[in-house]
């Protein structure tokens, strides 16, 4: 499957953004996406996850509460919505998709899990 992010911009501190990885090229209901946020100089880190099915997310601690991932299968989308967004939020935002089966419960937070990846997207926080 092929994936485009998009969505990325300036705000500032509190403001709001939505982010969006489009896919094409296979059945996307059969993908569980994730999107990961890497500053510069340092890895790719989990952000939140959300099942094939759309039945179950996930987020890191510091996001939950004011990011918001769902999907449309439908619509081949999952969106990000960013809310009360801080200067820690600035950073190169990534979607990836994978449909394989996982050997253990929290895969969806290793990046190295996902075989499908979108280019990035900026998202940058004033204060």
């Not at 209901?29 to 099942?51: H, L």
């Not at 969806?108 to 075989?115: D, G, M």
Request: glycine content about 12%; hydrophobic content about 30%; charged content about 15%.
């Amino acid at each position: 499957v092929q994936l485009q992010a998009s969505g990325g911009g300036s705000v500032q501190t509190g403001g709001s953004l939505r982010l969006s990885c489009t896919a094409a090229g296979d059945t996307f209901s059969n993908y569980g996406v994730g999107w990961f946020r890497q500053y510069p100089g340092k890895e790719r880190e989990f952000v939140a996850a959300i099942w094939a099915t759309g039945e179950e997310t996930y987020y890191t601690d510091s996001v939950r509460g004011r990011f918001i991932l769902s999907r449309a299968n439908t619509g081949n989308t999952a969106w990000l919505q960013m809310n009360r967004l801080k200067p820690e939020d600035t950073a190169l935002y990534y979607c990836a998709a994978d449909g394989r089966p996982h050997s253990y419960s929290t895969w969806y937070r290793n990046s190295e899990e996902y075989a499908n990846w979108g280019q990035g997207t900026q998202v940058t926080v004033s204060s």
